[in-house]
């Protein structure tokens, strides 16, 4: 089975950065990686998402200010996130998209506090 397992999350100030990682585990070729965000009481929206050659697209609300990146050797996806608001605080889900499907990873909390 498939797994996909995010680190990096946690609390900074407004202006700083932070950096998220996911790993997928299983016998899987994407198509498509992405980082979507969820705050409390919103849908979720789909932060920057990345194809197998590296092409990349982002969202208007962190556009020139997070960078996704993937390592295909070693299945993993990244989100640097700079310049962060308070805006930015939510969970954000790594997403894997397939022949066989979508899959989603649990979630990390991202909290942009003073």
């Known amino acids: 089975q498939v797994q996909l397992v995010e680190s990096g999350g946690g609390q900074v100030q407004p202006g700083e950065s932070l950096s998220l990682s996911c790993v997928v585990s299983g016998s899987i070729f994407s198509n498509f990686m992405a980082w979507y965000r969820q705050a409390p009481g919103k849908q979720r929206e789909v932060v920057a998402v990345i194809t197998s050659y590296g092409s990349t697209t982002y969202s208007d609300s962190v556009k020139g200010r997070f960078t996704i990146s993937r390592d295909n050797a070693k299945k993993s996806v990244y989100l ?12 954000y889900y790594c997403k894997i ?3 066989a499907g979508g899959y989603w990873g649990q979630g990390t909390q991202v909290t942009v506090s003073s």
């Open 80 to 91: 640097q996130m700079n310049s962060l608001k308070v805006e930015d605080t939510a969970v």
């Open 97 to 99: 998209e397939t022949a």
